[in-house]
């Protein structure tokens, strides 16, 4: 039977779902693409990040649960981008000054462009609208 036959699911599908199985009780994703069912990787409403000074000048925050990495390169000047990997859909895992990192296949990112520092991601992080509103963070599209 071939990959492509019709009601019968493709071959990588049938081996991540075989590779969650094992990975699902450990809070762990092992493949992506297709998109079924994921969130979008940016945000399509207002999302309220906190303090904006929780976001230090001339470094990055992770917002791991919100999806997102925000930079401040200098006062006042803040970048958000999504923090799902373009690779393969994992969540980055953290921050170091201007760099964000996804250990799930070791790609390295610029927090103030989106650009792959280090691959395998080919593609830079899309960027989100991020602006102050009463010295809170708000990031995704506007009112």
Do not use: N
């Not at 069912?37 to 470094?59: F, K, S, W, Y």
């Not at 799930?104 to 509103?133: I, K, M, N």
């Amino acid at each position: 039977m071939s990959d492509s036959s019709p009601g019968s699911p493709a071959r990588r599908t049938v081996l991540c779902g075989v590779a969650l199985t094992g990975a699902a009780g450990l809070g762990l994703t092992a493949c992506s693409g297709g998109g079924g069912g994921r969130a979008p990787a940016v945000p399509t409403a207002p999302v309220d990040l906190g303090a904006a000074d929780a976001v230090p000048v001339g470094g990055a925050r992770l917002y791991r649960e919100k999806r997102l990495v925000v930079s401040q390169p200098s006062e006042g000047e803040y970048r958000a981008f999504s923090a799902v990997c373009t690779h393969a859909g994992c969540v980055l895992t953290s921050v170091k000054e201007l760099e964000a990192d996804c250990t799930c296949h070791g790609s390295l990112f610029d927090t103030t462009s989106g650009e792959v520092l280090a691959g395998p991601a080919g593609a830079p992080l899309p960027s989100v609208p991020v602006r102050v509103e009463g010295g809170r963070l708000v990031a995704g599209p506007g009112d």
